[in-house]
């Protein structure tokens, strides 16, 4: 059964199996595509597109457009929100590559950590401690109830600051 014939079923006989017959080739090429470009594994970007697809079979109107392009986009937004929070996974940030040198004593290293974090905002240190702690910017935003486009703008101005700061 094609993408085409799909459309053409009557409604009472159109089931989940018959939706995922059809959509299977679609949504496997999709989300091995978005693979290849992301560091997500295929397998679970499938499964996110399989849930935007399940979310969107009880809003289905066959009445308005083809079913299958409907499907398709609300698995395409699905699959592109898990390729988003991929990108914004980070492993927790880390001064320490920056801050030691071979042979530093750990009690040095920890002073100039201080010293660099009591310059920054309040703000600041929060979320350098959300970073440390190992949440996403999205986390960090919602920790601190702010956006996470405030959390980047925040986290480029310690990046500068900390650049400075290292000169001196």
């Known amino acids: 059964m094609n993408l085409v014939s799909l459309s053409r079923i009557p409604a009472e006989t159109t089931t989940i199996e018959h939706w995922v017959r059809a959509l299977w080739p679609r949504l496997s090429r999709m989300a091995g ?24 079979l009880p809003t289905l109107d066959r009445q308005i457009g083809e ?7 609300y698995a395409r937004w ?10 914004q996974r980070h492993d927790p940030l880390s001064l ?40 996403t910017w ?17 986290v480029r101005r310690i990046g500068e600051q900390y650049r400075r700061w290292r000169v001196l």
């Open 33 to 56: 595509y978005y693979a290849r470009r992301c560091p997500e594994e295929a397998d679970d970007l499938l499964q996110e597109a399989w849930l935007g697809v399940l979310e969107a």
């Open 78 to 87: 699905r699959l592109l929100d898990a390729v988003r929070r991929a990108y």
């Open 138 to 154: 999205r986390e960090a935003g919602k920790v601190l109830d702010c956006s996470s486009a405030n959390i980047a703008y925040h």
């Open 67 to 73: 079913p299958e392009q409907y499907l398709l986009r």
């Open 96 to 135: 320490d590559d920056d801050l030691t040198g071979a042979g530093t004593d750990s009690a040095l290293e920890t002073l100039a950590l201080h010293g660099f974090l009591d310059q920054l905002t309040p703000i600041q240190r929060a979320i350098v401690g959300c970073l440390l702690a190992g949440c």
